[in-house]
């Protein structure tokens, strides 16, 4: 009945083992979040983007009714000309020369967010890519790790079956 100590014994070994496989599990959590977070930030990228070029749709319009004199939109610059009068050719020209250094900036800036959110896709693709490989080497290496331990586990207990029944036959 000494194998019956031992194997025993052994129990807390492999809880240790098991618990060892969860915490490797358990990283692939970790990842998961990191992974959630990426797409947040490409989210956040994305809706910058987009109020970019909101914006920069907003100041071609005001420069083209600057420049044409129509207004299609109701706005409080609209309002305020009607209330208040016609500006000056000189303050008019002068709004379309800001406009336009702003639709300018508005337009870099707009190519150098899509640049960077081309370039943050592709650096997170190459990291989900290289992940997906990692995480199917270490899944494959754990799985057969835990395998092999159940089987040494079941290998001990049929000997100790074996033994106390060879016992008790001779009784």
Known sequence: LSDGKQYAASIDDILEEEEHYADQLK????Y???LRAVCRKHELMQYDLEMAAQDLASKKQQCEE?????VRT???KGMTSKLFGQETPEQREARIKVLEEQIHEGEEQLKSKNLE???FV???????ERFK?????DLKEALISYAVMQISMCKKGIQVWTNAKECFSKM
């Open 133 to 137: 490989e990692q995480k199917n080497h």
């Open 32 to 34: 998961a979040e990191a």
């Open 122 to 128: 592709k650096a997170a693709w190459a990291d989900i």
């Open 66 to 70: 600057l420049a044409t004199g129509t």
């Open 117 to 119: 959110g081309r370039e």
């Open 74 to 76: 109701f706005s409080l």
């Open 27 to 30: 990283e692939y959590l970790f």
